[in-house]
């Protein structure tokens, strides 16, 4: 007579669980996105698609917006994303800057812009060796 397997499931062995991130494809949190949207208490009830939807939705807007922070970075010779590539990249974009037109990053400054009006005459009919003693 053979030996009995283990009491309770026949010896099964249990399968690894696969997320519902893995499953969308996705590398944003699916569940967590869900649990919150559960405890802001929006509507009674939540489809199980609504979440997947609106972390690959933040999933991709958060990639666009690294990509071209780091496009400023590797412009300026830097390493390292600050929050003045952030804004760089952001303001320089016209519908990332379209959609956070009314936000303000902290020590991200402002877009480098003189007025018109500001800047020097240059004039056409000048001479070098004449005139102002710096050069613009």
Do not use: W
């Not at 939540?46 to 990509?67: C, D, I, K, N």
């Amino acid at each position: 007579m053979a030996p009995k397997a283990a009491a309770g499931r026949g010896g099964e062995k249990k399968k690894k669980s696969v997320t519902k991130s893995t499953k969308a494809g996705l590398t944003f949190p699916v569940a967590r996105v869900a649990r919150t949207l559960r405890f802001m208490r929006l509507a009674k009830r939540l489809g199980a698609g609504g979440p997947v939807y609106l972390t690959a939705v933040l999933e991709y807007m958060a990639a666009e917006v690294l990509e071209l922070a780091g496009n400023a970075c590797r412009d300026n010779k830097k390493k390292r994303i600050t929050p003045r590539h952030l804004v760089l990249a952001i303001r320089n974009d016209e519908e990332l800057n379209k959609l956070l037109g009314g936000v303000t990053i902290a020590a991200g400054g402002v877009l480098p812009n003189i007025h018109q009006v500001l800047l020097p005459k240059h004039k056409k009919g000048s001479k070098e060796g004449k005139g102002s003693s710096q050069e613009f």
